[in-house]
């Protein structure tokens, strides 16, 4: 029986990054990781997973009765598994319609959180739904969000809820009551050998220096990009033009108008401070 650790976060903050990262460190191979072969488990929400270990279609059931059965499902599937598995998930972290959390304690050996200021995530998302940048605002500032991505008139994913950014990030940090290592975008960003250094160290992996080298050189943000130029992205949404859009920190300036800016700052000021996201901002107000 292996240890389950979520790699959650709101959409556009790093996952498939920090996924890529994670799988070139644990197979140390001598050349990049397939990008459509990225190993850990499946994503949290995938459908076709689901209905394989519930034992029944997602499809013939409401959205209440397959949020009660996904912690069974997981419960179950990190019991059997003999690896490890380091599953992504969007979900803000929530209960049931019957009071159970949808990510069990019990079946939980710690969760990373990746998180990244909500502005530079606009336009990001804006691309990632096929949407102009004001939806995109008003999806990470709507506190009943959810989405479920669709292929021809079937969803190839469970519903999701994810709340307004800031909510999404509360539920993980504050209230799980899961281990939480949080980790920002903006860090990984600036030094990626030390912050997945210690990603690694966390989940349990040894801490090799080399191997670090190698990971990151493997999963930079010009390899990714080669890689869904050249063979495609089976992650990446009908409606969005690529994947991996820019990978940087700070676009914002040149993306969002000021009532973008304003409107996001308004919902998300308070954990934007937290994390130290807001002090960019006050010379542009």
């Known amino acids: 029986m292996g240890d389950m650790f979520w790699l959650a976060s709101y959409p556009k903050s790093g996952n498939t990054w920090m996924r890529a990262l994670l799988t070139n460190y644990l197979s140390d191979a ?6 459509n072969s990225l190993n850990g488990g499946p994503i949290a929400s995938a459908r076709v997973w689901f209905d394989e270990w519930a034992g029944i279609e997602a499809s013939a059931l409401g959205d209440n009765m397959v949020e009660r059965l996904r912690p069974c499902v997981y ?7 003999k690896e490890d598995l380091y599953m992504k998930v969007h979900d803000a972290w929530s209960r049931t319609d019957k009071g159970e959390p949808l990510f069990p304690a019990d ?3 710690g969760v990373v959180y990746i998180l990244r200021n909500p502005l530079d995530m606009a336009a990001s998302c804006a691309n990632h739904w096929g949407t102009g940048i004001d939806k995109a605002v008003e999806n990470l500032c709507n506190p009943d969000f959810a989405i479920a991505r669709s292929v021809g008139e ?6 999701q809820f994810l709340g307004s950014w800031s909510g999404h990030v509360k539920s993980w940090l504050d209230d799980s009551g899961l281990p939480v290592f949080p980790v920002r975008y903006e860090d990984l960003l600036r030094d990626t050998e030390s912050v997945f250094g210690e990603v690694a160290s966390f989940l349990g992996l040894p801490r090799e220096a080399a191997r670090l080298r190698k990971a990151v050189a493997f999963s930079g943000f010009a390899e990714l990009r080669r890689q869904e130029n050249d063979k495609g992205f089976r992650e990446r949404p009908v409606k969005s033009a690529s994947f991996f859009r820019r990978g940087e920190a700070g676009s914002w300036r040149q993306e969002l108008t000021e009532r973008q800016l304003e409107r996001l700052i ?5 954990m934007m401070e937290r994390f130290g996201y807001l002090a960019g901002c006050r010379r542009i107000l």
């Open 30 to 35: 001598a050349e990049p990781a397939n990008i």
């Open 75 to 81: 419960r179950c599937m990190q019991r059997f598994e």
């Open 107 to 109: 079946a939980t050996a």
């Open 154 to 159: 079937m969803s190839d994913q469970l519903r």
């Open 266 to 270: 308004a919902a998300h000021g308070e």
